[in-house]
């Protein structure tokens, strides 16, 4: 499984990003998928995941009610809509899959939000 995000970039605080992760390969054997982020000096840390039946969605606290998370399974492709966003949301967002009980994951994309 191969995994390419895109959509990030610089944004003001309270505004808005939506990324993209694109998925190939052994895609149809994936069970999960997700957001993690890692800010400078932190650990990475779980943000949302949504399964690949049913679609089931499990959200971090901090971004409950801010970030959506979805999929396009035709595409195979993964989004994270990101609203409101805060200076604390800065930080290298990276897409992973779960093949079992192996993890995929990709380069990242860098989100920085500032005034």
């Known amino acids: 499984v191969q995994l390419v995000e895109s959509g990030g970039g610089l944004v003001q605080p309270g505004g808005s990003l939506r990324l993209s992760c694109a998925a190939s390969?052994?895609?149809?054997?994936?069970?999960?998928m997700g957001w993690y982020r890692q800010a400078p000096g932190k650990q990475r840390e779980l943000v949302a995941t949504?399964?690949?039946?049913?679609?089931?969605?499990n959200y971090a606290d901090f971004v409950k009610g801010r970030f959506t998370i979805s999929r396009d399974s035709a595409k195979s492709t993964m989004y994270l809509q990101m609203n409101s966003l805060k200076p604390e949301d800065t930080a290298v967002y990276y897409c992973?899959?779960?093949?079992?009980?192996?993890?995929?994951w990709g380069q990242g994309t860098q989100v920085t939000v500032s005034s």
């Open positions: 992973n899959a779960v093949v079992l009980r192996t993890f995929y």
């Open positions: 390969g052994s895609t149809f054997s994936i069970n999960s």
């Open positions: 949504i399964a690949s039946s049913g679609g089931r969605t």
